[in-house]
């Protein structure tokens, strides 16, 4: 079973803080890998997503870090808003000949005044 | 552009009971999934179709039928439903599927079945 591994389930940040949210994967094959953002009540939404060749990205407020020996990615929020709170998942997709996304459990993401 | 719509919005089963879930999308992509969205879980995979006229399983299948209909719309149906299947679905389209294209998602099908 592929798996993408994510923590913290729940982070609290102050507003302006940096919020951070990890994942881990297993197999060497994912070559894809974005973040969503979910809104209650809402579906999930891309946010930014990565791919193996490069060690970082950014967008705005939002930073992918990729680690590929380590076979580990987070996302940074910097300047952390009440706007940002909401679910966010990573992903991991298995080659350039697969639709089959893997999602880690989530991580709700709550920024306080 | 109402990009992903899913109908209905919410509803209530009883075990054995059968339903479809419809899902339409208008932004002429060539892929579309189901997902189940259970608390703690994530997000996982039902059914896809890589393109028009055809299907495959995903993550979590048993239970489950889908069709793709046309291009545009990608129905799922529960043929006996059991309290397991009490989730949020959700439906999504893409460009095409492979070598990763943004994934755009309805806003979901609350499903309980009791």
């Known amino acids: 079973q592929q798996q993408v591994k994510q923590s913290p389930q729940s982070l609290i940040v102050q507003k302006g803080g940096i919020s951070i949210i990890n994942c881990a994967y297993e197999n060497t094959a994912f070559d894809y890998f974005p973040w969503y953002q979910q809104f209650p009540g809402k579906g999930p939404a891309l946010l930014i997503a990565i791919r193996p060749d490069v060690s970082e990205k950014k967008e705005g407020r939002f930073t992918i870090s990729f680690n590929k020996s380590a076979k580990q990615f987070s996302l940074h929020i910097m300047d952390s808003q009440p706007g940002d709170s909401a679910t966010y998942f990573c992903?991991?997709?298995?080659?350039?000949?697969?639709?089959?996304?893997?999602f880690g459990k989530g991580t709700k993401l709550s920024v306080i005044p | 552009n109402a990009g992903v719509t899913q109908t209905p919005k919410f509803q209530v089963l009883k075990t054995g009971q059968s339903m479809t879930l419809q899902c339409a999308q208008d932004?002429?992509?060539?892929?579309m999934y189901w997902y189940r969205q259970d608390p703690g879980m994530g997000l996982r995979l039902i059914y896809y179709?890589?393109?028009?006229?055809?299907?495959d399983k995903g993550e979590v299948p048993n239970g489950y039928n889908v069709s793709r209909l046309n291009k545009r719309e990608f129905s799922l149906r529960l043929e006996s439903a059991a309290p397991s299947q009490t989730s949020v679905y959700f439906c999504?389209?893409?460009?095409?599927?492979?070598?990763?294209?943004?994934?755009?998602f309805g806003n979901g099908t609350r499903l309980t079945v009791t």
């Open positions: 992903a991991a997709l298995p080659g350039a000949g697969s639709y089959q996304l893997t």
């Open positions: 932004m002429n992509h060539n892929s």
């Open positions: 999504a389209s893409s460009v095409q599927g492979r070598g990763g294209s943004p994934l755009h």
């Open positions: 179709s890589a393109s028009e006229g055809t299907t």
